[in-house]
T-cell receptor, first 116, second 113 residues
């Protein structure tokens, strides 16, 4: 099956700093990727859709200036959490759909962000 | 948008018994019905899916059944094993991969030895 990776798997940062999370499709090209956030014992919530070569689209209630998304190539999307605060601590997960008739979406292993 | 309900929130079964998790949805345009398994600290993994032109699909111990008229689909796991313990999510959608997913709240499946 298709593989999606994320880096880093865990990160701890101090309040007020910025953190970048990478999402890569390793063996297929992804013009679209999705970013989700998951709080402990909760479901995944869609944050934004990352589009290669154009601006990301954000779900209602997600601050685009706080969660910067860049989809610079067909295999890489990055999520930067700017001026992080403790309430941003969460599990961030990306996904990418296969194209060409398959409807499956493949998820990365997630990034655990802890803001102290 | 899609309104997704998933039941039960927790399910505890004896090893070897069967488990059934149900997902109801609101959007009649949904025609792709995947189930994901998430282990602690990991991303979700697709375990089985079905499209709306099929009523049932089976893959070894796992099956999915769809009732499109009633807008619900179910995950069936038979002969449960300890490694089936995880959180399971449904995410009905219109397919094609163009849209992000709306997940159910999840079912924590516990397999008792």
């Amino acid at each position: 099956g298709a593989v999606v990776s994320q880096h880093p798997s865990r990160v701890i940062c101090k309040s007020g700093t910025s953190v970048k999370i990478e999402c890569r499709s390793l063996d297929f090209q992804a013009t679209t990727m999705f970013w989700y956030r998951q709080f402990p014992k909760k479901s995944l919530m869609l944050m934004a859709t990352s589009n290669e070569g154009s601006k990301a689209t954000y779900e209602q209630g997600v601050e685009k200036d706080k969660f910067l998304i860049n989809h610079a190539s067909l295999t890489l999307s990055t999520l930067t959490v700017t001026s992080a605060h403790p309430e941003d601590s969460s599990f961030y997960i990306c996904s990418a759909p296969l194209t060409g008739g398959s409807w499956e979406q493949y998820f990365g292993p997630g990034t655990r962000l802890t803001v102290t | 948008g899609e309104n997704v309900e998933q039941h039960p929130s927790t399910l505890s079964v004896q090893e070897g018994d069967s488990a059934v998790i149900k997902c109801t949805y609101s959007d009649s345009a949904s025609n792709y019905f995947p189930w994901y398994k998430q282990e602690l600290g990991k991303g979700p993994q697709l375990i089985i899916d079905i499209r709306s032109n099929v009523g049932e699909k089976k893959d070894q111990r796992i099956a999915v059944t769809l009732n499109k008229t009633a807008k619900h689909f179910s995950l069936h796991i038979t002969e449960t094993q300890p490694e089936d313990s995880a959180v399971y999510f449904c995410a009905p959608n219109s397919g094609g991969g163009a849209d992000g997913l709306t997940f159910g709240k999840g079912t924590h499946l516990i397999i008792q030895p």
